[in-house]
Every structure is written in structure tokens, then in C-alpha cells.
């Protein structure tokens, strides 16, 4: 039976990806390669996701250090998704193959790659993906055996370049958020920037692509950009545990904003670690604030 013909081909493919990452996460990776060639069988010829499906398989392979296995499969979908126009996929393949040069210290072609990505992502208007080309592009730099003076600058112009989502000639800030939200604190007010309801993994369809947004800045705003892990901690009283809650973390963000950005740190430290108590940290705890001066 063609899977991939039937109208709800998506959700279909949707479902084997997360069957193969469950094998890849436990470790299965001949299950996870076993699937991903079935999942590749049951489409036809024609069908968009095939380029997808030979990324898992690449993927896989790289997960069981076969690097030769890995970069076949990348080539072929890279080929494909090329023929497709498929940027989203071209992009991924790209990167992955970057990757793989980068681990075998083959730092030209790694950049190579990069750039290809770089330039496909650009051409999108996907800032997410761009801030990672970039990223990847100075570590690969700093992954030399010495660095010179020009390698240390060129390293440093792409991780500037990475969080150059701040342009503050214009007083402007360009994001894009996945799946959680970001606060602009600004005289105590607190606004709320929006994003898109779906997390970083959902790369697999042309239509998914992150809304790029912006929004005005001013003289004194507090930015803060976090993940999910402070909220989503439980704590509290014993016998009553909960979670600390995205609108408490705010709060208490917003309460101290005028303070220097260390003595915050410190604040949140503390509010956190008090809340927690000797319960286990279920999740990393990432937060950035930034001042615009």
C-alpha cells in the first residue's frame, strides 16, 4: 500500500519521524534503521517526503558511526530535494553534511557546506536557521589546531553575527520564536511577543517555516528570551507541588528589571533554587536578558 498517497500523507509522516527519533533516543539504531527503510518504501516515487525519509536513514547511520552510510544517504537526498526545490530539506542536508566534515576535521568543506545552508537560508528569510549557519560557521573556526589573529576576528564576526537579531541603529528587534513566548519589560509594563505554536523539529514541510516578526525598541527596554525549563519546574510545598508558571517568572523578572543584569541573575538564582528545593531539575534553564542602553 502507497502511504504517502492517501490525503493525510503529513500526519502519516509525522508519526514514522517520531517512531525513529523514539528508536534513536533509546538507542535502537538498527530498529530506527529498519523503520526508516520501511517508511521509505511505503511512499511512491513522487511523493515530497522521500527526500525526508532518506535524511532519517543518513541520520540513523550517523547516530551508528557509519560516516560513509551517512553521507550517501545526504547526498541522495541532497539530490533530490534539489531537483524538488525543497530549500527546507536542501538547507538540512547541508548542514548535516557540515557537520559530518566538521567531526572529521575537514574544516573547508565544513565551511563549504555552511555557506550553502547560509545561503539558502537567507534566501528564506529564516532568521532561526540563519542564526545557526552563522553559529556553526564560528565554531567551525574555532575548531582549528591554532587560531591567528584573523581567525580569532572571523570567529567573532559570525557569533556577532548569530545574535544579529538586534539592530539597534534602527531600534529594532527581528525574532522568531518557537513554540514559547519572549517579554519586552519597559517602564514595568510588560509586552508580550508572540511566536509560532510549533517547536524547532517541525522542519519536515515547505509550509513550516517560522514567521520572521519584529517590533520597535526603546531606550531602557529589558528584553528576556527563555526556554521552558524554569516555568515547566515543579516545587512548592510539599504535598503540593506545581509548577513555577510562565506568568510568575515574569513577575518576578519585571519586579527587578531595573537592577543590574547580575544582581537579576542572582534574584532568579535564589527565587528558583527556594521554589525547587531538593526536587530534581527536570529541565535545562536557559534565560537571556539583554538592556537596551
Known sequence: MD??????DELIFINQLYIIESYQLLGKYQQALEYAFM????CTDTSKFVAWHLQNIALTYNYMNKTDSMTFYFNKSLDLSIKNKDTACISFCYEHLGLSCSNRGLLNEAKNFYEKALEIDSASGDILKCAYDYY???????????LTTNDFYTAKYY?????NIFDFEAMELRYAIANQNAYIVRNG??????????PVGRYYAEKEHFQTLSTPLQHGDTVYMFSDGIQDQFGGEAGNERKFMRKNLINLLASNFTLPMSEQMSKLNEAITAWRGNRAQIDDMTLVGIRVA
Do not use: H, P, W
Not at 159 to 163: D, G, T, Y
Open 3 to 8: 502511504y504517502c498517497d492517501k490525503k493525510d
Open 189 to 198: 509594563e510588560k509586552i508580550l511577543l508572540k511566536g509560532d505554536a510549533m
Open 39 to 42: 517508511a521509505l518504501q511505503s
Open 159 to 163: 557569533f556577532i553575527k548569530a545574535l
Open 136 to 146: 556553526r560557521l564560528g565554531e567551525n573556526v574555532t575548531q582549528k589546531d591554532s
